[in-house]
């Protein structure tokens, strides 16, 4: 069983349309991320929740709006696409005790807005 | 704000050499932590060390910490032509508006050639 598991793997889509990526782990972390890595492959933090509870919210457009169901879900809407949102977008999960544990990553998902 | 900085950006060796990465990071923090990221896929965790460690050891992988210099090493001892990716150190600030979360650095992409 996959551990984090994000759906679609590949999103084309126009600009302008309003998207949605999937998220979900069976590992019974009780903190996951999005992470967006751009094409030169830098990693970025965008949001965090712990046990359903946004704690980490980046300098993020507010286009952009995670939503956790629940601890094993969290899923990620974005509005109006622009072109600059093309990028890898990572979900991850870990528990947090004293500090950051290890992160399992989903497998990405590659948005390409056209 | 980027914590975590890798040396070099790219390296390339041959199969059977020992491969060596840096990273240095700029504030006190509860572990540091390596990942490889193979092309077209998500992140994997490889090594954590905690700020109280100063080695550690997993396989052919050997990380240390130094936390005065507030820097780490990755070597990768015998490398192999799988071990071809893109490495990544991870830091987890002990304080400061980073804390809850891992700070990537832009990696180092190894190569290494049959």
């Known amino acids: 069983d996959t551990a984090v598991s994000q759906t679609p793997k590949y999103l084309v889509t126009q600009m302008g349309n309003d998207k949605s990526i999937k998220c979900e782990q069976n590992?019974?972390?009780?903190?996951m991320y999005w992470y967006k890595q751009d094409s030169k492959k830098f990693l970025k933090i965008m949001f965090s929740?712990?046990?359903?509870?946004?704690?980490i919210n980046e300098t993020v457009p507010n286009r952009f709006s995670p939503k956790s169901p629940d601890k094993a879900h969290l899923n990620l809407h974005i509005n109006s696409l622009e072109l600059g949102d093309s990028a890898v977008y990572f979900c991850?999960?870990?528990?947090?005790?004293?500090?950051?544990?290890?992160?399992?990553f989903g497998s990405g998902t590659q948005l390409s807005v056209l | 704000s980027q914590q975590g900085e890798e040396d070099p950006q790219a390296l390339s060796i041959q199969e059977g050499e020992n491969a060596t990465m840096n990273c240095s990071y700029k504030?006190?923090?509860?572990?540091l932590q390596w990942y490889r990221q193979n092309s077209g896929r998500g992140l994997v965790h490889l090594i954590l060390?905690?700020?109280?460690?100063r080695e550690k050891h997993s396989g052919r992988l050997r990380v240390t910490l130094d936390t005065s210099k507030k820097s780490s090493s990755l070597l990768i001892t015998a490398s192999r032509a799988a071990d071809t990716a893109s490495y990544f150190c991870?830091?987890?600030?002990?304080?400061?508006?980073?804390?809850?979360?891992?700070?990537f650095g832009k990696g180092t992409k190894l190569s290494v050639k049959p």
């Open positions: 991850a999960s870990s528990t947090l005790g004293t500090g950051v544990g290890k992160l399992f």
């Open positions: 590992l019974g972390h009780d903190t």
């Open positions: 929740y712990n046990n359903k509870e946004l704690i």
């Open positions: 504030t006190s923090i509860n572990n």
């Open positions: 060390i905690r700020s109280n460690e």
């Open positions: 991870a830091t987890d600030a002990k304080s400061g508006g980073s804390q809850g979360n891992l700070i």
